[in-house]
């Protein structure tokens, strides 16, 4: 939006071509998101205190967790909020990758919202049911997944790139829609998985947002993908804009999301968070460098499926709790202790991830 406003002013005074620049505007992008979580925090967790929208904790959870029972939750809005105007505000909205960007995580956002709000404020435990909430979830993904599919405008937007080889690309013809689908909605529902300490989940996040925003930049930089031989997608780098306002408002929210937590995200800012970053990963070809930086993304979500799949088959845990968080909770990690360390690991995939750009 402002973007149009220096153009203008540009013409008149030079002063203000710095505007102009995609990575000027990207750091905008990451104070602005930081200023809007800075000022609207506070407020919002004292409206969500207020109405006692409050956080439940599993019975058969780690008992340190008994202490979080009505710690102020759906903050996930403070997030969205703060990405949505800053992206607004500095991005070209003419753009059609930033507008998938912000479609997916509203969308996703929304299908939080309502799930949280039948939770927390209904005392429905159910929410909207998981099998509603799979539906939904894969109405949004499939509409964004069809979207790319049919704006794209050259094949190496629909080819699967593989990382570490130079002329490796996939043509995947119909099947990217299948892969966009599982790619979104799965990092959706990792995120929201990770989500069950404080902090644990957004640092991570920002973590690999910021690793896709520099993929985004190279991928619509023609002379940085010549050089690094990654795809060349023209409009892609604007992407960079939404990713910094995810670095932002994610830093802004750990603010308050810091050990002891003021405020959860709930499922309102874990689905559309990691929708998000499944979108981007998608736009800017690098869905298996998403699979790398997001490992601990991954591993949580494994970790859920053996132990249904263990105690189901043969009646035995492989953890002791799942997701793999709870695990080390229950061996006497401390909770800080557990984020931290995962923050960690989550620092060291994001560089493996960007390694790829130039081991090829």
Same mark, same amino acid.
Not at 115 to 122: A, G, P
Not at 147 to 150: H, N, R, T, V
Not at 201 to 205: E, G, H, L
């Given at each position: 939006? =402002?973007?149009?406003?220096?153009d203008a002013?540009a013409?008149e005074?030079?002063?203000?071509?710095?505007f102009?620049y $995609?990575?000027?505007?990207?750091?905008?992008?990451?104070?602005?998101a =930081?200023?809007?979580?800075?000022?609207?925090g506070? /407020?919002? !967790?004292?409206?969500l205190s207020?109405h006692?929208?409050?956080?439940?904790?599993?019975?058969d959870?780690?008992?340190t967790?008994f202490?979080?029972?009505?710690t102020? /939750?759906m903050? +996930?809005?403070?997030?969205?909020?703060?990405?949505?105007?800053s992206? =607004? $505000?500095?991005a070209d909205?003419?753009?059609?990758f930033v @507008?998938?960007a912000?479609?997916?995580?509203?969308?996703? %956002?929304?299908i939080g919202?309502i799930?949280?709000?039948?939770?927390?404020?209904?005392k429905?435990?159910?929410g909207?049911?998981a099998k509603a &909430?799979?539906?939904?979830q894969?109405?949004?993904g499939?509409?964004?997944?069809l979207?790319?599919?049919?704006t794209a405008n050259?094949p190496?937007?629909t080819?699967?790139i593989?990382?570490?080889?130079?002329?490796?690309?996939v043509?995947l013809?119909?099947?990217f829609?299948v892969m966009?689908y599982l790619?979104i909605v799965g990092?959706s529902n990792a995120?929201n998985?990770t989500?069950?300490?404080? +902090?644990l989940?957004?640092?991570?996040?920002v973590?690999?947002?910021?690793g896709?925003g *520099?993929f985004a930049?190279?991928t619509?930089?023609?002379?940085f993908a010549?050089?690094l031989?990654?795809?060349?997608?023209p409009? /892609?780098?604007e992407?960079?804009?939404?990713c910094a /306002?995810l670095? +932002?408002?994610g830093?802004g929210? =750990? @603010?308050?999301n810091?050990?002891?937590a003021?405020?959860?995200? +709930?499922? *309102? %800012?874990a689905l559309?968070l990691?929708?998000?970053l499944?979108?981007?990963?998608?736009?800017?070809?690098?869905e298996?460098?998403?699979f !790398?930086?997001g490992?601990?993304f991954?591993?949580e979500t494994?970790?859920?499926?053996?132990?249904?799949a263990?105690?189901?088959?043969v009646?035995?845990r492989?953890?002791?709790?799942?997701?793999?968080?709870h695990?080390?909770?229950l &061996?006497g990690?401390?909770?800080p202790?557990?984020?931290?360390r995962?923050? !960690?690991i989550s620092l !060291?995939?994001?560089?493996?991830?960007?390694a790829t750009?130039?081991?090829?």
């Open positions: 939006m =402002l973007l149009y406003l220096f002013l013409r005074f030079s002063a203000f071509n710095v102009r $995609l990575t000027f505007r990207a750091i905008c992008g990451v104070l602005t =930081l200023i809007f979580c800075f000022v609207l506070p /407020t919002m !967790i004292r409206k207020h006692q929208i409050g956080q439940t904790v599993r019975q959870g780690p008992p967790h202490e979080k029972v009505g102020p /939750t903050g +996930g809005a403070l997030i969205l909020v703060s990405v949505v105007a992206t =607004l $505000l500095w909205l003419s753009n059609r @507008w998938v912000l479609m997916t995580c509203l969308s996703f %956002g929304i919202w799930d949280d709000y039948r939770k927390l404020v209904e429905n435990p159910r909207i049911g &909430k799979f539906w939904w894969s109405v949004a499939l509409a964004s997944a979207f790319l599919y049919f050259t190496i937007e080819s699967l593989v990382p570490f080889f130079k002329e490796v690309a043509d013809g119909p099947w829609i966009t790619v990092s995120v998985l989500d069950g300490l404080d +902090g989940a957004i640092m991570p996040t973590l690999v947002a910021g896709l *520099i930049y190279a619509g930089h023609s002379v010549n050089y031989a990654i795809p060349y997608i409009g /892609t780098g992407v960079l804009v939404f /306002t670095v +932002g408002a830093l929210f =750990l @603010w308050f810091t050990y002891p003021q405020v959860f995200m +709930g499922d *309102i %800012g559309a990691g929708a998000a499944g979108a981007v990963a998608v736009m800017v070809r690098q298996i460098v998403l !790398i930086m490992g601990i991954v591993v494994v970790s859920v499926i053996l132990q249904v263990s105690y189901k088959l009646g035995k492989i953890f002791r709790m799942a997701p793999l968080h695990h080390f909770e &061996k990690w401390p909770e202790r557990v984020s931290v995962f923050w !960690i !060291i995939l994001v560089l493996i991830g960007l750009l130039k081991v090829r």
